[in-house]
Every structure is written in C-alpha cells, then in structure tokens.
C-alpha cells in the first residue's frame, strides 16, 4: 500500500484541521491505520490509531477529547480531525498502515518496528500561540 498524507497548514491557538491519509495499491480494509507526529529535535510519537474496520479507536492522552480519527474505506481515506489547536501540535504528521498490528499495538511501532509497517511523506502542522 502506499499513503498520502495531506491537510497541514499554519493555523492559530483554537483553530481546528482536518489531515487526509489516501492510501493505494491494496486493500485498504485490510489495514490498521495510525497517525504520528515529530516536531523538532524530538521523537517520532504516536498520536491515534484506528482499526481495519474503524469501529476501534486509541488516542495518545495529549489528543485526546481534541482530536478524531476516522476512515472512508469506500475512499481508501483516514482522516485526523483535530480541534482546539495549541502550540504543542506543532509538528509534522504522518500516517502509517499496518496490516498484522492492532490499535493497542500501533502505539508501539517506534519502539518495536514491524516488517508490514508503510509511512506516508508527513504534512507539517504549525499552530501560532
């Protein structure tokens, strides 16, 4: 499969984004889906997760309350709704699918790679204070 990840942008503090992750090449359904984000001179960490059907979700206790994650597998597409932005969000996202992990495992692929994981390019994320 390969993943396209869009949406970033420059927003300000209490300003919501909507990132897109369009996925090719596979069956889409057969993927767990998560989402990370880096921000400078910092380690790749997890932000959400959602299962191959979308009725399981896991978020990071940073996002959580604010952000949404969600999946259109009629258009191989998984979405990161994030809402009331601060400027700890800033950072670049990048969506990751999976085809053995679980939700509760995505949030472990940094720390235990898999052989199945695919990345897609990052969107940067800046929110202003």
């Known amino acids: 499969v390969q993943l396209q990840a869009s949406g970033g942008g420059s927003v300000q503090a209490g300003d919501s984004l909507r990132l897109a992750c369009a996925a090719s090449?596979?069956?889409?359904?057969?993927?767990?889906v998560g989402w990370f984000r880096q921000a400078p001179e910092k380690e790749r960490q997890f932000v959400a997760a959602?299962?191959?059907?979308?009725?399981?979700?896991f978020y990071a206790d940073s996002v959580k309350g604010r952000f949404v994650i969600s999946r259109d597998n009629a258009k191989n597409t998984v979405y990161l709704h994030m809402n009331s932005l601060i400027p700890e969000d800033t950072a670049v996202y990048y969506c990751v699918a999976d085809p053995r992990l679980t939700v509760a495992a995505m949030p472990l692929l940094m720390k235990t790679p898999t052989d199945f994981a695919t990345w897609g390019q990052g969107t940067l994320v800046t929110v202003s204070s």
């Open positions: 090449g596979r069956t889409f359904t057969n993927y767990c």
């Open positions: 959602i299962s191959k059907s979308g009725d399981t979700t």
